[in-house]
Structure formats: C-alpha cells, structure tokens
C-alpha cells in the first residue's frame, strides 16, 4: 500500500532563509508524488507533481521538489521565504493498486510553514 | 475559467439529520473526488465518481453516499450524522479518471458542523 509521512508538522523560517518541508514515500510501484498547499479558509492548490519523468520537479511559485528512490524521499524546497508563502503543505501519493491507477489521493498529514518578518 | 464550486460554504446539523452537500466540476471534467478534512484526522479519501459511476470508495460508512449527475456535478449525502462528522468535506474535479497523472482540482469546501 501507498503512504507518506511528513516528517514536521510545523515549520518555521524567517523571511528571505530557505525553506525544506520534509516528505518519505512508501510506495510498491513507481508512485505519482505531489505537493500541494492549502492557504486559511481556501481550497488546496497543486504545487507541483512528479510522474516518473524528470527527478527534479519545478513547481509554481518558486516551490521545487526532488524525487529520490533511493531515499524514497520527495522534500520540498524553496532558495527564499515569502510571507505569502505561509501556509499548510501535504505530500500526497495516487494511490495504485495491481492493474492500474485507482485515483484516489492519500494525504500526508500536513506541514505548517510560519514564515516570520 | 471557473473553477470547482462547492454549496453550501457552512452547514449546522444536529446528530440523527441528513446532510447534504453539492459539488459542481471544472466544464470538461468528468471525475468528482470527495474528501474528508476532520481536525486530527487530516485528508481522507471519501468517494469517486466518472461518468456517472461510483468508480472507488474509501473507508467509510455506508451513511456517506453520493451520486454523480448527467452533468457531472455531484452531491454527497450523509446520513444520520454524528458528531465526529464534524469536518471540511472537499470536492475535486479532474478530466476523466483511469490514469494516475490526471490533476485534481479542488474547491474551497464545505465546512459541516454537527452539534
């Protein structure tokens, strides 16, 4: 079965410092990964995805992630901190099951990103 | 282009009632996902629709049901309610389901309250 742990559930940077939300896969095939943000009071919004393609991700915003199988690791990463950037992040893993996709989403547990002025 | 509404923003229920909430997917989107966002909980996957058809279910009771309309909007159903049905149900919609690549795009939520 498909899972993802995020390793912190909050995390805090100063504005312009790096930013690393922290993400571990376990996955029997060659898992879809994605991350997603969700902002107070809106919907969640992709922010980027890897489907078996280039290791390296780039997503909006500035947001990259790098898929690691030998880690089975997919942080999240940004080179600067902006204060809109101040929100809860899920690692998210499709779900497969033998002879196909079953679309259905599984959620890490969240991440909460202060960013502090 | 607009994008996945959901109604209504705020539900209150009491224990015992039915609720039930609507989803309307992104035009050319066939797919319609639920989910379920209980405090301590986090994000469950609840039920997906294609074309009509009920395609997967999460592990849920068989008092949450659902149904997917000839225009694939969609509504959730949740009966006889309990409190720890207390959360943020969000629907997604995505183009036609049957490959894990295709995007979910989600709407703002419902916030249900059972009291």
């Known amino acids: 079965a498909q899972s993802v742990t995020q390793l912190d559930s909050h995390v805090s940077v100063s504005e312009g410092t790096p930013v690393l939300l922290r993400c571990n896969y376990s996955?029997?095939?060659?898992?879809?990964l994605f991350w997603y943000v969700q902002h107070p009071n809106k919907g969640l919004q992709l922010l980027l995805k890897?489907?078996?393609?280039?290791?390296l991700v780039k997503g909006i915003n500035g947001f990259e992630a790098e898929f690691k199988k030998s880690e089975t690791s997919f942080h999240l990463t940004k080179p600067s901190a902006h204060m809109s950037d101040a929100a809860e992040y899920f690692c998210v893993v499709s779900d497969l099951a033998y002879g196909g996709a079953t679309n259905k989403l599984i959620f890490g547990t969240g991440t909460l990103l202060a960013v502090q002025p | 282009e607009a994008g996945v509404t959901q109604s209504p923003t705020h539900l209150i229920k009491t224990r015992g009632q039915q609720a039930t909430l609507r989803c309307s997917p992104i035009?050319?989107?066939?797919?319609v996902y639920w989910y379920q966002q209980a405090l301590g909980l986090g994000l469950q996957f609840l039920l997906w629709?294609?074309?009509?058809?009920?395609?997967n279910r999460g592990n849920f009771p068989p008092r949450f049901s659902g149904r997917q309309f000839p225009n694939y909007s969609s509504e959730l159903n949740v009966n006889a309610l309990e409190l720890e049905d207390s959360a943020l149900y969000l629907c997604?919609?995505?183009?036609?389901?049957?490959?894990?690549?295709?995007?979910?795009?989600f709407g703002p939520g419902t916030r249900l309250t059972v009291l």
């Open positions: 997604a919609s995505s183009l036609s389901g049957g490959s894990s690549y295709n995007e979910q795009f």
């Open positions: 035009s050319g989107h066939t797919s």
């Open positions: 890897y489907t078996s393609a280039a290791t």
């Open positions: 629709y294609d074309e009509g058809e009920e395609r």
């Open positions: 996955s029997s095939y060659s898992p879809s």
